[in-house]
Every structure is written in structure tokens, then in C-alpha cells.
């Protein structure tokens, strides 16, 4: 039976073209990139390359990317190279509804003798940028403000905050993990410092990511090694999958608009139907102001985790909340954050689409989803 995956904001499939062109990095241009013989440095210009690549996708300069392991990493590193920079601020702001790679590192932050902010969102899971004005502080060092939302969708207004931050002088990192791929971004346009990106969620393997760092941003290493990523990240540079990320870089940016209307479609019309077919269920987060790909649905008396196991037996994977939060009961923080009732928050289910989602498989999903709920509830 053909698997239905609709959990691409959990990870996506490697893009065979990716796969391709990172294969020949295993037994070809295997050499440490920092050899000096014509090994490594081919295998450097493949880095080079790749590099570029991420650069153009977001439209900013190749000096300004730091590869990464992961968008935990990217996360962690820029707040603390923004706080490093500046040592005598202690007031860090960002929101109830981060990733844990942003929220958990604050909440150490915090036990450090940090204090920070978090920023509330409305039932929506929008912001309000005078909650966020008004947080700000002489002693704030860094904001950090998430894209878009990993379990709903939401897309921040990311350029408007940036600009309110930057107005006072303090330092702005989005984690743009979920959006990169998934929504046009130029940091010309996007005044914030730093900006981090993940490749498996944007048909990369895991264990890569990138973080951008503006020219003239504070930068210190957080992994400190050798002078790799030219000082900025110790570590024997990960060939393989930083040229598999240069390369999901250029098929995303190259087809997106063509890709971000498909997934649209695919996605409006999946939630139009579950509405019209399943009694007392709706959408968690801004109908308008989403992400293309993702749909949080929260469902009145059933428990999620029990759909998403009944769908399984169907082949059609998907996700109760946040991928790290699956196994718990407890609704997610952003759930809560957002003030999903109860009844409703248990039942939460996201299904996110991608590049590979064909209408058969959402005609699919169509056709057992709402029955399962029935069941269910009976
Ligand atoms: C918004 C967001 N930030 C950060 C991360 C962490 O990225 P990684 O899994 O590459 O560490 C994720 C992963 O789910 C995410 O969705």
C-alpha cells in the first residue's frame, strides 16, 4: 500500500535530484575541504557552490551563511552570539509559541539569571506588535521571533517586527525553519540580523542547516573548533549534506511559485471538504495568514494521538501537534498560547503537505479521515 505522508513539517523526503547530486561527495569528493590538494579543494568548491546557492535563495551575500547541524543549532547560536555581544543586557524577548530549540534554550537563559519575555498570541496565533513594543526595554540584547509556526501555520509579520526591533538598536533573530522553501524571503528586505534555516524541511537530509549572519552582525562561535566556516563554526565541514542543502536551496527557490499554488490548492480544498464532512472541527490559526502547506485541525472530543494511530492503519501519517510533543496528552504550548479549549486542543491534528502531495492522496485522506472520526466518537 502507498503511504500517505502528511507530516512534511515533521521532515520531508530527500528530493531525488538532492540525492543526486550528493552521492558523488561519499566517493569522489570525499577529501577534507580544508586539504590543501586538488581533492579537497574540489571538494571545497562544492561547498562553495552550495553556499551560494543557500545565498540566492535568500537573497543575501555567501559570506553571510554559516553552515550548520540542524535549526536547533542555528537557533541556539545566534540569541547567544547576540547575547555574547552584548554582555551587560540581560532581557531577551520572544514568544510563547517558539520551538523548543528557541523556548527551551531561553528557559536556560532564564535559569542563568536571564530574565525574558514571551510574548502572548491572540486565538489566532497572530502577534501584536504593540505587546511587542512595549516589551522592549535599554536592557533588552536580543528578540527572537519565529517566521512561521511549526504546528499552525501562522506566518509572522517578521519585517515589521524586525524594523521595530532594529528601530531601538537591539538585535533580531527569526528562526525561519518551517517558512525557508515554503514562502519567497530577501534578506534586502528583512532587516533582521540573523535568520536560521533547517534542511530537512526542505527536501535535505537531517543534520544540516544553515545560519545567515549579517554582515555586520555580531557573530561569536558557538561550537568552537578550527576555522572552519571562516572562524565562525569549529568542525570538519559535513560535504555531503551542505551541498545536498546548496541544491534543495535551488529547486525550492527556482519552482516556488509554481509549487506554493499547488500545495495551496491541494491544502484549501483538503480543508474546505473536512469542514463541510466532520461535525464541530476547525482550524487553529489565521485561515489567511499561513504558511501554503500546513493545517492544524482541532477536532471536539477525540484525542489526536488516537486519530493519528487510527490513520496509520491506513497508511496516512500525520501528527498530533509538534512532532517532539507526540506522546503527550497535554495540549502543546502553542495550543494553549492560542487558548484552544480543551475538547478541542486534545483533538488537535496537522496534516502538512509538500512538493510530493498529489490530490490522490488527499482525495484519500477524504474519504477515511472523517469516518474515523465517527468511529471514534461513538
Ligand atoms: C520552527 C522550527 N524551529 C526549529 C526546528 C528545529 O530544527 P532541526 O530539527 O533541524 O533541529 C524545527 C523542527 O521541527 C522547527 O519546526
Redesign the pocket.
Known sequence: MTIVYLDN??TTKVDPEVTEEMLPCFDKFYPNPSGTHSLGKQAREKIDLARQRVAQGLDCSPEEIVFTS????G?NAAINAALNSRPEKNHVVTTKV??P??LNYCRLLEEKGYRITYLDVDTAGNLDTEQLKNSLTPDTAVVSI?Y???ETGVVFPVSRIAEIVKEKGILFHT?A??AVGKTRISMQELPADYL?L????LHAP?GV?ALFVRRNAPFSPFIIGGSQEYGRRGGTENTPFIVALGKAMELAVNNLEHEYQHILNLRDYMEDKLLQSIPEARINGDRCNRLPNTSSFAIKDVSGEDVVLKLDEHSICASAG???KAGSMEPSPVLKAMGVPFHYAKGCLRFSLSRFTTANEIEFLLQKFPGIVEEMRK
Do not use: L, P, R, W
Open positions: 513539517n515533521a540542524c535549526g536547533t543549532e537557533d517558539e520551538h530549540a528557541v519565529m512561521a509556526n511549526n528562526d525553519v518551517q536560521t533547517s534542511g530537512h524541511k537531517k542547516g509538534a512532532a517532539c
